[in-house]
């Protein structure tokens, strides 16, 4: 197993399109969460899931923006009617219980144009 | 709410010197503390883990130390090189799923 994977690295949409990541955890890992940066800051958390289960969201994760993970493996994010504030690196982690350290992927970079 | 600040934003060394990270969290209530490594434009790597319970950590020429009373952790960098040149990255895990970060010290070694 290589680590975290995401797909696409780079997307450039227009102002209102809908767009969707994926990210594949490491295969073992049963959490998987999913992080915003912005340049020149820290990643901030949007969401969490434990296996299929979608157990925490941030308040930064409006009503455009949704996560799946259906069968408790990868993980989809989407987020429709885009803005430009939504440019932004999109980060996946995942961890393995009793394990605490995360392990990111490389990230998806989002611009909105 | 947890809030976590690294000093200096950004850091300029020459090759060899040994330097000195800082990272403070305002909520001493910390489960564990991870030190990252992000490069531009590209994801986070994990340099060091250190659990609540624990003093310091090494890895290589890296070692991370944790003193939770005062709510600081150090990440030290031995002879450094311009392959070191990254942004290095704070976060702090409470007893929530979140790992809270900080912005982060811009480094770099010039040959």
């Known amino acids: 197993d290589t680590g975290v994977s995401q797909d696409p690295r780079h997307k450039i949409t227009k102002r209102g399109q809908n767009v969707t990541f994926r990210c594949d955890p490491i295969s073992e890992h049963n959490r998987l969460y999913w992080y915003r940066q912005t340049l020149g800051q820290g990643p901030e958390f949007l969401t969490y899931f434990q296996n299929e289960a979608q157990l925490e969201k941030s308040r930064l994760l409006s009503d455009r923006f949704s996560a799946e993970r259906p069968k408790g493996s990868f993980s989809t994010l989407e987020i429709q009617r885009t803005e430009q504030g939504d440019s932004a690196m999109y980060l996946c982690a995942s961890t393995q219980p009793p394990k605490t350290e995360a392990f990111f992927g490389q990230g998806t970079r989002l611009t909105v144009v | 709410k947890q809030e976590v600040t690294q000093i200096p934003a950004a850091l300029s060394v020459p090759e060899g010197e040994n330097l000195v990270l800082n990272c403070s969290f305002t909520d001493s209530a910390i489960y564990n503390l991870q030190w990252f490594r992000q490069d531009p434009g590209k994801g986070l790597t994990s340099l060091l883990l250190?659990?609540?319970?624990?003093r310091e950590q090494t890895s290589g020429r890296l070692n991370a130390s944790l003193d939770k009373s005062s709510g600081r952790s150090t990440l030290y960098i031995a002879a450094s090189q311009p392959g070191d040149s990254a942004t290095y990255l704070c976060a702090v895990k409470n007893s929530g799923y979140a790992l809270n970060f900080g912005k982060g010290t811009s480094l770099l070694v010039t040959p």
């Open positions: 250190i659990q609540s319970s624990q």
